[in-house]
């Protein structure tokens, strides 16, 4: 069987491109979780101004509506699961379904003050989760777009092609 060898020899523009695409290489992961996390960030302001305006009924207040946006943020991935969750959780693991309940037109049910014998259903009457973030979802698609444009820029300029 007849054997062929071949070397490359790789020029300047190579070396330049090689050198761009491991800076980019390195720096993406931190410059996308950093713009997906600057992204989210007003769509989890508009979500916490929305939890804690939601109608309260009666003249005291337990401050639900306070802990509920207190527990909402941002995790960001750009590892084997690359994306952007918003997560809400309660400091006491009981109320952890409250703030799914209080974004859900069927409310959620708990105990009046405790009492397992004395149920209610609570409502609040709309989305302050899914609705905000659904409506921001092209802000965030547009800042990943824009870094990815930047760095095929990055390793198009290395190349000396515009």
């Known amino acids: 069987m007849a054997r062929a060898d071949f070397e490359v020899i790789t020029g300047e523009e190579f070396q330049r491109v090689a050198t761009a695409l491991r800076e980019v290489d390195s720096r993406l992961p931190g ?5 997906l996390r600057k992204a989210a960030r007003p769509l989890v302001a508009r979500a916490k101004a929305k939890v ?12 639900l ?13 750009t590892s084997r699961h690359p994306g952007v969750t918003i997560t809400t959780k309660m400091a006491d693991p009981s109320e952890a379904v409250i703030p799914r ?7 959620w049910r708990h105990p009046v003050f405790g009492d397992t014998d004395n149920w209610v259903t609570q409502h609040t ?8 973030f659904a409506d921001g979802r092209d802000e965030v698609q ?6 990815l444009e930047n760095a095929a820029q ?3 300029d290395a190349g000396g092609r515009m």
């Open 65 to 77: 509506r306070r802990r509920v946006a207190a527990g909402v943020g941002i995790r960001v991935s």
């Open 142 to 147: 547009a800042s990943v777009r824009q870094v």
């Open 52 to 63: 804690r305006a939601l109608p309260t009924h009666g003249r005291s207040h337990t401050g």
């Open 154 to 156: 990055t390793i198009a």
């Open 101 to 107: 309940g209080m974004d859900s037109q069927r409310g």
């Open 31 to 35: 410059q996308l979780r950093s713009e």
């Open 125 to 132: 009457g709309g989305s302050w989760f899914r609705e905000t």
